[in-house]
């Protein structure tokens, strides 16, 4: 057993030790403030999402309803959280969990590895804006399940709803010196069917993360095709 015990400790040391690189910081080369649908067309939003959808637009249009991620610096949630025109920083430490840290909102996302995913009726009293997350490798791919998100945000900066009982699979992996990342949102409540939406940054360890604050000038984005300034 003793034996059996040591083999299993140098498997999950080698396993670490193995793991992909993807580690450095990211920036986006372009920005949507809609999510793009994998494979064209418009999300595929139910009777209850459309009018959740139309609510939403309309509140943003008369005041009624503030983006509260760009007002007061709150977390963005995912997928939207992932769409940033800011750069963000990828840490794979410590050891058992891979860290976002993103510039914009000063935002942390913090993957556990090689855990199950928690049953949403226990984190019913622990809702989260980015939600809980667990991670592990396949080959090359670092495979994210989140789930356990609070309904105060957005899907993205349009106000596109979700459910709180929406479930996301995130699929990252470097591709030469760009890090792809493919979501899956799961989200009955809201959606038709399944969905998904991509992400392309490209590695920019030049760059360092600077102070970020609601409402006021940060850094030079022109450089990110789609974004516009207010």
Known sequence: MAGSGLMAAASAGFAAVSAP???GTYWAAS???KLEVVGGGEPPLNAAGKAAYDKIRAEFKDGSLLDKARRVCVPDGVPRVMA????????QTPAGQVTMLFEMNHQ???IVMDRPLPKLDSLITDLRYNGHSVGHWEGETLVVESI???DRTFLDAT???HGESMSTVERLRRIGNRLEDVITIHDPEMYTRDWQARFVYELRNDVRLEDYACNDTHRDLSGVKGVQRR
Not at 84 to 91: N, R
């Open 21 to 23: 690189d993807i580690s």
């Open 31 to 33: 920005y949507s403030a």
């Open 84 to 91: 940033t025109p800011y750069p963000f920083e990828i840490f």
């Open 108 to 110: 942390v996302r913090v």
């Open 148 to 150: 356990g998100f609070n």
């Open 159 to 161: 106000g596109l709803p």
